[in-house]
């Protein structure tokens, strides 16, 4: 995990209430020196060199656009790490919580996909014609003669005939239930995410 690493600099930029005060109004906004020195009420000579502080400390960014007159002021990342250091923990929560949605939809697709088993319909029991066509039945005593074991038991197959050959579908149930049991840790971890998100606005200093 990403640490904030305080050095000399960054502890004598700390060391001001007033530059405390800077950070907190910077805090997920982007100003110009007009707009932070009106929240702060101070000078805009006094406040430039508490900003050029913060930017040698690495705490504050400075955005200039060419052809533009104003210079827009922001925090850096580490700035934005010292109000808010659990911003890191938030981000790698976030990044498992899709991990879980990108798991889940892979074993939707396995499923859904399933294994294909072909065999000679000479082999099915009694009539064979409820069986084509793509009707659904199960494996146990519903049609598949007990020499067919290559076919998993206690599952449900989709059947289709083709030039005397029967081509059987298994969906392995294993697969949807690991892919309902990732769309839940998704939807739990996105909800811890996001709380942990909104209580994390609030400036720590």
């Known amino acids: 995990m990403s640490k904030v690493t305080l050095d000399r600099d960054t502890f ?8 405390l005060d800077i950070l907190r109004t910077l805090d997920g906004r982007k100003m110009n020196l007009t707009e932070i020195a009106a929240q702060t009420k101070l000078n805009k000579a006094t406040l430039h060199e508490h900003l050029s502080k913060l930017a040698e400390a690495g705490l504050v960014k400075k955005k200039e ?5 104003w210079v827009y002021y ?17 981000v790698i929560m976030f990044t498992m919580t899709f991990v879980a949605l990108g798991a889940g939809f892979v ?32 494996v146990n005593g519903s049609g598949i003669a007990d020499g067919i074991n290559q076919v998993p038991e206690n599952t449900r197959v989709f059947f289709e ?24 840790l998704f939807m739990v971890l996105l909800s811890v995410s996001l709380w942990r998100f909104w209580i994390n606005k609030t400036p720590k200093l």
């Not at 004598?12 to 530059?19: F, Y």
């Not at 294994?115 to 409820?130: I, M």
Request: with cysteine; hydrophobic share 35%; glycine share 10%.
């Open 161 to 184: 005939s083709n030039d005397g050959m029967v081509n059987a579908l298994y969906q392995n149930p294993l697969f949807l239930y690991i892919a309902v049991g990732c769309f839940v």
């Open 74 to 90: 922001k925090l850096s990342w580490k700035g934005e790490n010292i109000l808010h250091p659990e911003n890191t923990r938030i």
């Open 12 to 19: 004598k930029a700390l060391a001001s209430d007033t530059r």
């Open 107 to 138: 074993q939707l697709y396995l499923y859904l996909k399933g294994t294909v088993f072909a065999f000679s319909d000479s082999l099915l029991e009694g009539e064979k014609s409820p069986l084509i066509g793509g009707n659904e039945t199960g």
């Open 65 to 69: 656009r060419e052809g533009h007159k």
